[in-house]
Each structure stands twice: as C-alpha cells, then as structure tokens.
C-alpha cells in the first residue's frame, strides 16, 4: 500500500494545560498546521485549558480538559487510558511531568503503540527527586522517542535525565516570517507613556524565577542612567510580579519601567521596541519570544544560555552575554541604543536568519518526518 492510501497518522498530545508560554505555544502552532492527510492531531490538558486553550478550536484540533490538579493523579490517570482507549492514537506525545509519566503509562495501559516525550527546557529549577528518576527509567522502556528543540538539549537529555542518545532528536522551533512586519511602530504602546522618540528596551517573558528580570532592572538601572531617553517595557506576567514591582521602586525606575502585562499583540509589541533581551540564567532552551522578535527584525541581547546561542550570531543579529551579569548586559545594550544603523543592520540580519533557519513551515516538516519515523520504524 502506497503512502498516498494509508490512514492519517492519530497523533494525541498530552499536556499539563496551556496557560500563556513558549511550549504551550508550541503546542497551539504545531498541531493545527499538521496536514491533515498525514495526521489526525488531538489533545488533551490534564489540569485546565488555559489562555492558549482556544487557538486549538480555532485551528480546527479536538481538544479537552480534565481539570484535575497535581494531587489527583489517580482520576487523572483513569481518565487518559479511557480517553486513549476510545481515540487509539497511534503516537501519544507528552510535556511537562505530570503530563510525562501519567501519559505513558496511560498509553502503556492502553496500548498505545507508540510515545513521544517532547523536552522544552534545558536543566530544572528545582533538583528531580530519585522518585521522578526511578519513573523515567522504568518509563524507558515504553518510550519511543525523546524529542528536544535545541541541540544544546542533547547533553542534557542524555548525562543528567539518563534518556539515551539514540532515542533523542532535535527538532528546532519555528515560526511564520509573514505574521511579523519589521517596519518600526510605536502605535501599540501609545498609552503605555511611551513618546516616538524614546529608545525602548523590551523583555517577552512570564515573570518566573529563572527569567532573572532582577537582571534585567539591574542593567536597566545602569542604562537609565547614561540614556534619559530608555523606556523599559517588561511583557507577561507571573508569580514575580510583586517583586518585580517591588525592585522597579527601590531601584527608582517608576515611570522608567513599564510593565505590560499578558498581551495578545505581540507583533505590534515588538515593532515599538529598538532592542529585545532576554535575562534568563536558567532552563531557557530556544524560545518562541526570541524567534518572535528576530522575525520582526528586531536585534537581540540575551544571556547565552541553553539553545539561545544556536539562536543568536553573536555580533550579527544581536550579543550574546553571561547569565546574571547585567553589568555586561547594560553595556550591550547601551552600545546597540547608541548605534542606530547598527540597530537596523542587526535586526534586518535576525531576520534573514528565520527565513533561512527557523520558519514556522521547516519546523513543522521536521515534526512531521520525525512522527512518521517513529510510527513507521
């Protein structure tokens, strides 16, 4: 039987839910633009939907949520296998922990043929207990295939969370150049207290631990003070935003910083902005935030961590600097703010560097080959 003739593959993703973040992302992009005469994607969130939760529907992908939390696992789990049971997907993919073991062994449970844990993250925030490492070697056995989206993953994924190397590929994120003009506009922070001809540094990041926006404030203290004319604009939200607001006033950056919360117009966002950063020092891989911004031709400063030096040309589209150092940071970035032509040389460069690189469509097609090779093997 010819390609042509069979059956779309069922692909079933399993999730933790789908609040606002890059692999949440990942999910809403990636399986809508699947072609459906090869694949047959659905999902499911283990806890609630989520903000993302609708781009599914949107996209024409079945999806529900079971709504249960952390310490309802045993439903949970009871819910999957029936789930699996009824659907027979050919291929279970997973993300995040709960998602990762209770999946698998929902698909073990249900005989499913085939699973796929998908890793966004490269190192953890808090150590993994010998509890989750006994349940990832045990859950080995009946795993397929350990996709990352980096290759800096690939030490990661095999030395430290013991998945072995032959079962691991790199499937690099994407995005769609066409979504993002790189004319610049300030028309979206207009009532932001943004004037047309402030120098506006932006940060795209929920506001967690490991996003370091301390950094961030440190080296926008030090900016501010040799540049009156830098507005600083912080993008999402999180469980660090009181503290956040809490350094914005010590730091006497109020009026200076502007936090913008979740928003839905990225796009028109990152044209306002003359330089992106990103101040992570910690489980960062290859974030949809950055690609979104050197898609707008936006020029880049962020800490070389994870993927992102397989993101960034350090010199060409942007700089690259060491975690938790804003002292090297601010002076990046006072030296891309002081250089308009340099800005615009870098952000047209950044651009390039997607449509050669990393699109939405190149992206997609590596996911597609890789599912049909595990499928098929």
Not at 289 to 314: H, K, S, Y
Request: hydrophobic share 45%.
């Amino acid at each position: 039987m010819n390609s042509a003739a069979r059956q779309p593959i069922r692909v079933l993703y399993v999730v933790p839910d789908l609040r606002v973040g890059g692999a949440e992302r990942h999910v809403t992009t990636l399986l809508p633009n699947l072609d459906r005469t090869r694949f047959e994607p659905s999902v499911i969130c283990i806890g609630e939907e989520g903000e993302l939760f609708a781009d599914l529907a949107s996209g024409g992908v079945p999806a529900k949520a079971l709504r249960y939390t952390k310490r309802q696992a045993a439903p949970a789990l009871r819910d999957l296998i029936r789930a699996m049971r009824e659907q027979r997907p050919d291929v279970v993919i997973t993300r995040g922990y709960n998602a990762e073991a209770l999946g698998r062994i929902a698909a073990w449970r249900a005989g499913v043929p085939n699973s796929v844990v998908w890793v966004h993250n490269y190192g953890d925030v808090e150590p993994r207990g010998r509890f989750r490492t006994v349940v990832d070697r045990v859950l080995d056995r009946r795993t397929s295939a350990y996709f990352g989206v980096a290759r800096a993953q690939i030490r990661y994924m095999a030395d430290d969370l013991g998945y072995p190397e032959s079962k691991i590929k790199i499937i690099y994120n994407g995005v769609e150049p066409a979504l993002f003009e790189i004319a610049d506009d300030r028309t979206a922070v207009a009532t932001l207290g943004i004037g047309p001809d402030d120098l506006v540094v932006g940060i795209v990041a929920a506001l967690r631990p490991e996003k370091d926006h301390v950094a961030f404030l440190t080296a926008a203290r030090l900016v501010a003070e040799q540049l009156p004319a830098a507005r600083f604009l912080i993008v999402g939200d999180g469980p660090e935003r009181a503290a956040v607001e809490a350094r914005i006033e010590a730091f006497g950056l109020t009026g200076r910083v502007i936090l913008a919360g979740n928003r839905p117009d990225i796009p028109d966002l990152l044209r306002a902005m003359d330089v992106v950063v990103l101040s992570s020092y910690s489980v960062e891989c290859f974030p949809m935030a950055l690609l979104e911004a050197m898609a707008a031709a936006r020029p880049a400063v962020c800490t070389a961590v994870g993927g992102v030096p397989e993101m960034i040309a350090d010199g060409e589209t942007g700089y690259l600097v060491p975690p938790r150092d804003p002292e090297q940071l601010a002076a990046r970035l006072l030296e891309v703010l002081g250089d308009p032509q340099a800005r615009k040389r870098m952000g047209l460069a950044a651009r390039d560097r997607v449509e050669a690189n990393f699109t939405l469509k190149s992206s997609i097609a590596a996911a597609e080959q890789a599912l049909e090779e595990v499928v098929n093997r």
